[in-house]
């Protein structure tokens, strides 16, 4: 199995791809490309058994129900709700808010904060994998799954915070041998060297790790009550296992 991360950013300087090989034994970092332009996204992703994207798959329904209100004079805010109350319910979608309660972790707000540029390029890239004949369900039970790397790394018990950024090289080099002592059966090669001085490139693993997970039903899906918001919205696959787990006969 090969499955894909991305950490993708607006622009191509801050996108990071990742290629995780898989076998019965163990995992291998094949490539990593940071950083990315559309093109090396889409034939990743196009190549992938799974591709993990740390970006959200779509908006918010109350947010949209209330754009095109706004746009046609109409907004109305419902009675019994406080101004932030109404304002958080356009905001966040219902992942959003099952994985707040799941990691004590909130999600950026694709409607309200600047990773809505990001999710602008992303919406551009999933029209472009459905004219190449791959739909995305954003429920995440196509090839493309929506993932978080903080929340998947909280769930394995690694740092997941305070590593980004030139000025954290240092504490993202300890989170690489922190992973790689979780993980021993992963195999970064010359390319762990791009993971320690690239928090882009290490998000990218562990998206591809994610990928992983969910490939083999070891993530959060969605429920019955969840999947008509989740295939407009999109939907975190937070792990539910721990590393060893994604390890399997199956490769």
């Not at 004590?104 to 540029?117: F, Y």
């Not at 882009?200 to 992983?212: K, Q």
Request: proline residues 6%.
């Amino acid at each position: 199995m090969l499955t894909v991360g991305v950490d993708l950013a607006a622009e191509s300087a801050g996108t990071a791809v990742a290629w995780l090989d898989w076998s019965p034994t163990g995992a291998v970092l094949r490539d990593l490309v940071v950083p990315a332009d559309d093109d090396t996204v889409l034939r990743a992703v196009l190549a992938a058994d799974k591709a993990g994207i740390d970006c959200p798959l779509g908006w918010p329904e109350p947010f949209v129900e209330f754009v095109d209100a706004h746009r046609s004079g109409h907004v109305t805010v419902p009675d019994g709700l406080t101004g932030l109350e109404w304002r958080r319910r356009l905001a966040y979608r219902c992942t959003d808010a099952v994985v707040l309660e799941a990691t004590g972790q909130r999600p950026l707000s694709v409607a309200a904060d600047r990773i809505g540029h990001t999710a602008m390029r992303c919406a551009a890239l999933l029209a472009r994998l459905a004219q190449h004949g791959r739909p995305v369900d954003r429920t995440g039970a196509g090839v493309v799954v929506e993932v978080y790397p903080a929340a998947s790394l909280r769930h394995w018990e690694l740092t997941h915070r305070g590593y980004k950024r030139s000025r954290n090289v240092a504490s993202l080099g300890e989170l690489v041998d922190s992973l790689l002592a979780a993980a021993p059966w992963l195999d970064l090669g010359p390319l762990a060297a791009t993971c320690r001085r690239s928090d882009h490139a290490f998000d990218a693993v562990v998206a591809a790790l994610s990928a992983r997970a969910a490939a083999l039903g070891l993530a959060t899906r969605p429920d019955e009550h969840q999947a008509r918001l989740a295939s407009a919205e999109g939907w975190i696959a937070i792990p539910t296992s721990p590393l060893a787990a994604l390890l399997s006969p199956r490769s």
